[in-house]
């Protein structure tokens, strides 16, 4: 099975400011990766896919990049409705398998 | 708009069966694969099964293999999770979300329906 590391696990943050979350996957996933947002309570919301294009309606301050192994995502300028919890997904193989998760907090 | 709506959850005893399902709208079901997704209370997302469009294949994670079994019904636009032998680390939230065309990804979620093991 692939194992997805994300990192950091949680991070605190101000409105305004540029937030970074990485995931690091055991073996060469290609650009297979997908980034979510999943506010408390509810559905996971898909945000970016192909580790790199944003999904339809999503806000352009989000954006992801990486391939192989090494998959950065990016909010340019937090908004208040960005905290949430974040997760990365690597698809290019069965099972799938999701990141720990980056719980996005305010500072 | 895709629409996704999970039943069937509630509490049940330990080693007894719960059957889940979703119901899907807004698009054609009988050409999406599905999943199942769980998340246990306070935990992260566990992907436990995908099946294909027309049901002739599906895959289970190991950690569900041999009691979960997903299927679907495309005359209802209906997927279900048949749950046995359930455990109390099977207490989650149970989300359905429908297979990205082209690649095993998720795009869009159900709200999901929760289930409690517990005697």
């Not at chain 2, 769980?38 to 569900?64: F, H, M, T």
């Not at chain 2, 359930?86 to 207490?91: S, Y």
Request: one cysteine or more; a neutral charge.
């Amino acid at each position: 099975d692939i194992q997805m590391t994300q990192s950091p696990s949680s991070l605190s943050a101000s409105v305004g400011d540029r937030v970074t979350i990485t995931c690091q996957a055991s073996q060469d996933i290609s650009d297979y990766l997908n980034w979510y947002q999943q506010k408390p309570g509810k559905a996971p919301k898909l945000l970016i896919h192909d580790a790199s294009n944003l999904e339809t309606g999503v806000p352009s301050r989000f954006s992801g990049v990486g391939s192989g192994t090494d998959f950065t995502f990016t909010i340019s300028s937090l908004q208040p409705e960005d905290f949430a919890t974040y997760y990365c997904l690597q698809y290019d193989n069965l099972p799938l398998t999701f990141g720990q998760g980056t719980r996005l907090e305010i500072k | 708009q895709v629409q996704l709506v999970e039943s069937g959850g509630g509490v049940v005893q330990p080693g007894k069966s719960l059957r889940l399902s979703c119901a899907a709208s807004g698009f054609t079901f009988g050409t999406h694969g599905m999943h199942w997704v769980r998340q246990a209370p306070g935990k992260g997302l566990e992907w436990l099964a995908v099946i294909s469009y027309d049901g002739s294949n599906e895959y289970c994670a190991d950690s569900v293999k041999g009691r979960f079994t997903i299927s679907r019904d495309n005359s209802r636009n209906t997927l279900y999770l048949q749950m046995n032998s359930l455990r109390p680390e099977d207490t989650a939230v149970y989300f359905c979300a429908k297979k990205t065309s082209g690649n095993y990804a998720m795009d869009v979620w159900g709200q999901g329906t929760t289930v409690i093991v517990s005697s």
